[in-house]
């Protein structure tokens, strides 16, 4: 029922940019979530020991309860190369998200009204090309960076909650 960790093989992410891009891929292939960054990593003023805030957001959560979403999340951030680095994930349905975010109270809404909630995008590559890039040693290849706010290392911009991109929100 659960994965055999012991025959498998995870390569460690080089860069930041590479463990977020590959972990957004495997939560999207894996619950068909929009993948988020936000706290430090979105405000480029992580030290090295600071771990990564992230939000997951799926329709696929909508029959499960917030503490059982995702349970295997250690194993898809290993997956991506994040053994030794620390996640804090949250997982909501897009209405969930859209309520929290519109609240206007919590960290989360702090930070989405500050620009700190940064979505995370991922080349549309094949599987077969991803798989490559999860096990070669050639990170970022063809992959498209993701965004955060001014000074940050990244390079789009924060979604819209008013034009949500696909059926996200």
């Known amino acids: 029922m659960g994965r055999d960790i012991s025959s498998t093989t995870y390569r460690k992410a080089q860069t930041q940019e590479e463990l977020i891009e590959r972990f957004a891929y495997v939560m999207r292939e894996k619950y068909g979530a929009t993948m988020y960054v936000f706290g430090s990593r979105s ?3 992580a030290r090295p020991d600071s771990d990564y805030d992230m939000v997951a957001v799926s329709e696929a959560f909508r029959h499960a ?3 059982t979403r995702a349970t295997d999340r250690l194993f898809l951030w290993w997956e ?3 053994w030794g680095e620390s996640i804090d994930l949250h997982c909501y349905t897009p209405q969930e998200f859209r309520q929290e975010i519109e609240s206007g109270m919590g960290y989360l809404a702090q930070a989405w009204e500050r620009g700190e909630v ?3 995008k991922i080349a549309a ?3 077969q090309r991803v798989s490559q890039v999860l096990v070669e040693d050639h ?3 063809g992959c498209v960076p993701y965004a955060c706010p001014s000074g940050s290392p990244f390079q789009l ?3 819209s909650l008013g034009q949500p991109e696909g059926n996200l929100l």
């Open 43 to 45: 405000r480029a003023t």
């Open 65 to 67: 309860k917030r503490t």
């Open 80 to 82: 991506a190369g994040g």
């Open 118 to 120: 940064i979505e995370v």
């Open 125 to 127: 590559l094949s599987h």
């Open 139 to 141: 990170p970022n290849e």
């Open 157 to 159: 911009s924060q979604v």
